[in-house]
Structure formats: C-alpha cells, structure tokens
C-alpha cells in the first residue's frame, strides 16, 4: 500500500487535471499544449466524452467504464460515478450512441466487489470504488487507483494498440486480471466471442456484436509481461478449463503468481493489446508493427510526442482558461475520423467483405450530419494530408455501399441523422485541391446520392419538398437536402457542366417551399403544400425538425442567406426575428436531454443553428454577432468536466470554438469563404502545412472588449466580414482591434 500511495503522490502532482502551468515557467520552458489539455472536459454534464488514452485519430481508445447503461454512460465513463468495471478498447468520442467498450480487461485480486449496475448482470457487476483525487488524464495518457483492490491502473496508446500497466500492492501473491469478452452496455449486444491462450505470455481472439452498429467484429491479440500461470473460462454460464473457448458470454480470469517476488520488486502485469477489424492474424501484426512493445514509458512518449505534434499546428496566446479550452478542443477534435485499416491496409467494409485501402489508410467514425459544419473545415486549414486520405476513405466506402457515406464506424452504415452531407465535405476539400479523386467520378458519386429515392428524395425531386406525412424531421430533410444540392451545383460549375449547375441551383432554392410568411417560420407541408395545424414555434416538434424546432431550423440557408433575407421581408425584419430567437424563452421542460446550451431559443449544444449567431454579420449588424459569440465562448464553454454545453459530436463542438476563438466561422463550408467574429484569443499561429504561417493578433483584447472596430489583413483593412481561405494559405497577419462599445464609423457592410 506504500508503494502505490507513494507513486500516487508523485503521479498526482503532474496531473494536468489538477494543475496548470505557472507563468513563470512557461517562460523559462518551451511552450508545451499538453499542459493546456485537460481530458476530463466533457466527461460530465452533456459533452459525453471518454478520459481514456488515444493518440491523433487512432484505431484504440482505451478508457474506463463505469458498468452502467444509460444516457450519461454512452461514453463508457461519466465523472459523477464513482465504480469502474474495467478498462476497454474502443469509445466514441461525443455521439449520442452508445456502443463499442471492446475488449475489456478488469485488474483484481480476491475476494471481488459486485454491486448492482443498471445494465450489469443480475448478479451484480465486478466493479472498484475510485476517487478523482487519485486519477488523472493527459494527451495519451491515463491513471486511477482501484482503492478496493489496492491496485494502480495506468494506460496508454499506439496507433492499433492499448497498453495497460496494473501495479499491484507489495503483499499481492496472486493477482488477477479478467476478460470480459462479453461484456456489453447501452445499445451494444454481444453477439460471439472468441478467446484462446496460444502461450503463457500471449493471448487472442474475438469480439462479436451488434448496435448501432450492426456488424462490429473487434479481433485481439495480446502480449504479457508476465507469464499466465492459470486460467479460467466462463463460457455461457458454464466454468471450463480449456485453452479455447467460443461463446456469446465469455470471461476468463489469468492469474499471476508473485508469492516468490521480493516485496521490494514491483508487483507489476503489463498488457500490450492490438485490434483488427479483420482478423487475429492482422491483429497479431499490428501489434508487431507497434514500436516498444510492452514498454509503457516508450510507447507513452511516444503518444506523447504524436500529440504534441498535431497540437503545435496552431500556437495561442490567451488568458490560462481559455488556452485549456483551446487545447482541449483541439485535442477533442483530433478524435474522428478514426484509423481503421490494418498496417496491411486490409479493413472490414460496408459490405462485411475485406477489403484493401489503397494509397491511404482507411479512416472510419465519419459524424457527418455534425462535422461538415466546421471540423471537416477545420481540417481543411490545418490537417490537409489526412483531409486528403479521409477524402478518399469517403469515395472508397461509395465504391463498395454503393453510395457516398452518411454516418459510418466499425465498417457498417448506420443511416443515423439526414442529408447527404459527405456531398459539401467532399466539394469542399475538391475546391481547395485537397483531393486527388477526379472531379467527374466526385460528380457521379453526389449524383447518386441526390438522385436516390430513399429517404424522402423522390418526394423532394418531384414536390421540391418532403411531405410531413411521409417522413419525420421533414423540414429538417428539405433544407439540408437543399443546402447539399447547393454543393453539386458549385462542383458542376467547376467542371463545367451547365446543364447539371443549373438543375441543382435551382433545387437549392427548395428551402423556400417550407417557409411560412405568416408565421415567419419553416413549417411543414403536405402533398398538397398546405401547412401542418396547429404549430407552435416554442414547442418541439421532433416529427418535422431534426433534434430542434421551428425557431432552430428556420434560419438554415447557408447557402443563400441573401435569398433568405429577402423572402423573410429584409434586414429589418430579419434583424428583429434573430433577435426574438435570442430573447425568447425556451421551455427546457418540453425538450428532450440532447437539446441543450440555450440563449433564448438558440441551442448551441446541437448543430443546426451553430451558423445562426454570424447571420447577422450579413445584415450589417457585426456587433451583435460579435457579442454572441463571445457570450457563447463564455458561457457555454468551460474548463470544468461539465464544460460542453451539449454532445461533443466527433469534434463539431470543439471545430465550433476554435474557429470562433480564432475570429472566423465557416457558415458557408462550400464558399471558401469564412464570416468574421470576435476572437477570444490574445494571438495565434497557424502553421501551415505549405511551409507558410498565419498570424492573428488582437489588438485592446480583453473580456470586456468584446466588440471590434477594424480588421485588417497584411496590413490593409478589410472592408467586409469575410475572409477568405485562400488568403489564410497564402500566409500573412489578420489583426483584430478590439474595444469595449460597438462601432460606431460608417455603417456596416451589409448584403
């Protein structure tokens, strides 16, 4: 017990949980992100995402769970809980579903602990009391101290591995390590299992399962520092003393004997784990293609030195909180996509086949309906080469589903949310030279996509809508599908194809259909274009808006805020409608737990109005975008672990508030135009991967000073509120002049 208690007073004053870097020794030492990175931020309230080590958009997330199901664990951990269960493979980062928590190891020694979990078996779950005093969380990294075992649990990650390091008590002769290949929660359904002792040292097999996913096979393959002196296996209730096993419940508990260690000597079980979508064999190789097996110092420098790599892409300045914020963000962003091809380049598709990535690895956990908004964006700016390879991991899973991508992970098609959002992702990153796909056969794939006739499009082609009596989250379908066909159109442009510009142009302006001038909202139609009675623009209506209402779909036109403006009667009346959505008051009691982060009526913890607070930058009234924004930055973001104000979503929450910290938001991600803000940062770099540098600095910055009064770019000052993407890659200075009143010069450009 002194030993763990003594590393646990060392590991704890390092913990960046606990601590933030001083001045004055970030003076005296280089400037490091990962002190600024906390990995608890979101782990309660809404945020919904795991503590666990990973590196940059790696195969592994091995994190603890707590043993439970429910809204709060889709994670795998939520930080008001106080058990953890074990320590399994894979999480999503920030989704409202709940699945994965493959291959899950649990440390113990006798007797064990059950209690009762909601989920767990009837007979309680194996579980260890912990305390956040003796846990922390870093990039790559995690600690927490099983107080009912005496045990300290330490993980950390590789590209397709987990590492896992138990350090047991002195006086521990026999310690235990159990594997719950059967262990499932939230939507997750195990389906068969696998587990089989090709050695002492070394262990293997498979996870089956269904969910949200309904084909997820995780195969293992496992190297031990220590040798297994017994076994036992649980296979479907039955106790069996077998070196293989298949079942659909199966656990089985290695032990260790230390009786003729020293007690001064470490007490010490080691678990190096690699994952395949593909097989035990490729598994096995992934692992032998991982640096430093089995050395935990080695391969956590490693995961170290990965992510402060892709962190120090983008240098800020900032009060200590909101460079925390920044970092985390960042780090959050950095989760999804995910790597899933092996280093063979072999990976399950969507067709359950195997299939072979070619030139790139293929990624996977594409939240499409979320990220198109602002991460894939973000990528845009400072992670090109993998925008470039995750482009291409999108055109492969066309070439075997038959159609371009809408919410993908673990190789299955899951057809959660709306729209065919790889479309403007896929345009986007085309525009800007990010892709070596040819335009033509990135034509044909959107073409398929919006000329299919399942969810709602053959209604959409022939009404220019989608009638509420056939499908739910019908306005929501009408205007995203809107926005998407608006991206065809500028791919088709660009090849010069004028017959196929001018059908999606105009099938862009179908978002008009839906609108209500009576009522000044988006309603839903019949086939007859009549409106829905009653409505009620306060109230959700989950069956014609996506996870919103009225009030926060009624403003998605991206693409043609001008042609928005003028069908809902000019500036004036647009002005003094956003104003209403963020004065009304909003009945949290009728809205489901997702729907979160209010101003009124405006939600910021969901993405269909993350665009809203800069529409009024197009009304000539910047002030009023400026100040909402930083409220939003303010309030809505914290650096505690209930610090998102709603689902992190594979890294759109964050893509929210970097660009918004920075001083731009991408409303329209097709344009290559971002709309100007009012930066939360002191200054910045972005480091661009052309070899140039992008510098912002603010001027009279302070939270006070929230308002702007000039911007120039390379020293000359821009006389709109956009700026270009081009212009950021060319290198250069944006300098921010900030002031505590609005401007007050000649009026605002406006539309």
């Excluded at 159990?178 to 359904?189: A, E, I, V």
Aim: glycine fraction near 8%.
């Amino acid at each position: 017990m002194k030993k763990i208690a003594a590393f646990l007073a060392i590991a704890l004053l390092t913990s960046c949980h606990q601590m933030q870097p001083s001045s004055s020794a970030s003076v005296v030492q280089a400037f490091d992100p990962l002190l600024y990175v906390d990995p608890f931020i979101g782990t309660d309230g809404k945020g919904k995402t795991f503590p666990g080590a990973t590196v940059p958009h790696g195969m592994v997330q091995l994190s603890p769970d707590n043993g439970r199901t429910g809204w709060d664990w889709i994670a795998g951990y939520f930080y008001p809980d106080k058990l953890i269960a074990g320590f399994s493979h894979t999480h999503l980062s920030g989704t409202g579903a709940g699945d994965l928590y493959d291959i899950s190891f649990m440390p113990l020694t006798r007797p064990y602990k059950k209690v009762k979990t909601e989920g767990g078996p009837a007979d309680g779950t194996l579980v260890s009391h912990f305390s956040h005093k003796q846990e922390q969380a870093s990039p790559g990294y995690y600690q927490v101290y099983l107080t009912d075992y005496d045990i300290n649990v330490e993980l950390t990650a590789g590209e397709r591995s987990g590492l896992q390091r138990y350090s047991y008590a002195p006086d521990t002769n026999t310690a235990i390590v159990r594997l719950d290949l059967g262990y499932s929660r939230n939507w997750d359904k195990t389906t068969e299992t696998h587990f089989r002792l090709i050695d002492p040292y070394t262990i293997a097999g498979y996870r089956k399962s269904t969910g949200w996913a309904k084909d997820q096979r995780v195969y293992f393959y496992s190297r031990l520092s220590v040798p297994v002196a017994q076994h036992q296996l649980q296979v479907d209730g039955k106790t069996l003393n077998a070196t293989a096993a298949s079942g659909q419940d199966l656990a089985v508990e290695l032990e260790f004997l230390f009786a003729d260690t020293p007690l001064s000597a470490p007490k010490e079980v080691r678990i190096h784990t690699a994952i395949s979508s593909v097989s035990i064999d490729n598994a096995k190789a992934n692992l032998a293609a991982e640096p430093h097996q089995l050395d935990f110092e080695q391969v956590k420098l490693k995961a170290q030195q990965a992510w402060r790599t892709e962190l120090s892409k983008v240098k800020v300045q900032a009060s200590e909180d909101n460079k925390t914020q920044f970092y985390t963000a960042m780090y959050h962003a950095s989760l999804a996509p995910r790597l899933y091809s092996d280093v063979d380049g072999r990976y399950k598709g969507p067709d359950g086949q195997i299939h072979q990535a070619s030139p790139y690895p293929h990624y996977d956990f594409f939240s499409l309906w979320d990220t198109f908004r602002a991460l894939h964006p973000w990528n845009t700016l400072i992670d090109q080469k993998r925008s470039t390879e995750m482009m291409q991991s999108m055109l492969d899973h066309y070439k075997v589903a038959g159609r371009l991508p809408v919410w993908i992970f673990q190789g299955n098609e899951t057809d959660m949310m709306l729209g065919y959002h790889s479309v403007p992702v896929l345009v986007d990153a085309y525009l800007k030279g990010l892709t070596d796909i040819p335009g033509e056969e990135l034509l044909a794939a959107a073409l398929q996509s919006a000329n299919q006739d399942e969810f709602g499009l053959k209604s959409y082609r022939s009404l220019g809508y989608v009638p509420y009596a056939e499908r739910i989250w019908n306005v929501a379908l009408t205007l995203e599908y809107a926005y998407d066909d608006w991206a065809i159109a500028q791919l088709a442009k660009a090849l010069g194809k004028q017959d196929i510009y001018q059908q999606f142009i105009q099938r862009s302006q179908n978002y008009r259909h839906h609108y209500d001038r009576q009522s000044g909202f988006m309603r839903a139609l019949d086939p007859q274009g009549a409106f829905r009675v009653p409505f009620d623009a306060n109230a959700y209506h989950p069956e014609d808006y996506c996870e919103a209402n009225a009030w926060q779909y009624s403003f998605f036109v991206p693409h043609d805020v001008a042609g928005m403006v003028q069908m809902m009667g000019g500036t004036a009346a647009v002005s003094a409608k956003l104003d209403a959505m963020f004065s009304t008051e909003q009945s949290q009691s009728e809205l489901p737990e997702w729907i979160s982060g209010y101003i009124g009526q405006y939600v910021h913890g969901n993405e269909p109005s993350h665009h809203v607070p800069y529409l009024y930058q197009y009304l000539g009234q910047g002030h009023k975008t400026q100040k909402l924004v930083r409220q939003i930055m303010q309030t809505l973001y914290t650096t505690a672990p209930d610090g998102l104000a709603g689902n992190e979503d594979a890294g759109q929450m964050s893509a929210w508030y970097m660009f918004s910290a920075l001083g731009f938001y991408p409303v329209d991600p097709v344009s290559g135009q971002y709309v100007l803000g009012s930066p939360e940062v002191d200054s910045a770099t972005l480091y661009l991967e052309n070899g140039k540098e992008f510098h912002i600095n603010t001027l009279n910055q302070s939270p006070e000073h929230i308002y702007v009064q000039s911007v120039r770019l390379n020293g000359k000052t821009l006389s709109g509120y956009t700026l270009s993407h081009a212009d950021i890659l060319q290198g250069g200075e944006l300098e921010f002049v900030m002031s505590a009143t609005p401007y007050t010069g000649p009026q605002e450009q406006k539309l």
